[in-house]
């Protein structure tokens, strides 16, 4: 299924992914920084999401009390809500 998150607090507007038997599937980031942004989706690309979740939630940039990582942790609790 594929899911769409607006995300808040970052430099990119919106999160697109997949969620297919419980693995992370298809990130793509609109906006932000686009090579970091494709490494994050590349480096959980089939990781399970409570394991994604784990290790991108928290996740600071800077100042900000969010990140890009961490916006997409909150876009696949909110998938599994």
Sequence with gaps: MQYSYQTSGTCSREILFEIEDGKVKNVQYIG????????????????????????????????????????????LKKALA
């Design 32 to 75: 932000g920084c686009n090579g970091n942004l494709k490494g994050i989706g590349a480096l959980i690309e089939g990781m399970d999401v409570q394991e994604a979740i784990t290790r991108l939630e928290g996740i600071t940039c800077g100042p900000k009390s969010t990140s890009c990582p961490d916006q997409l942790a909150k876009a």
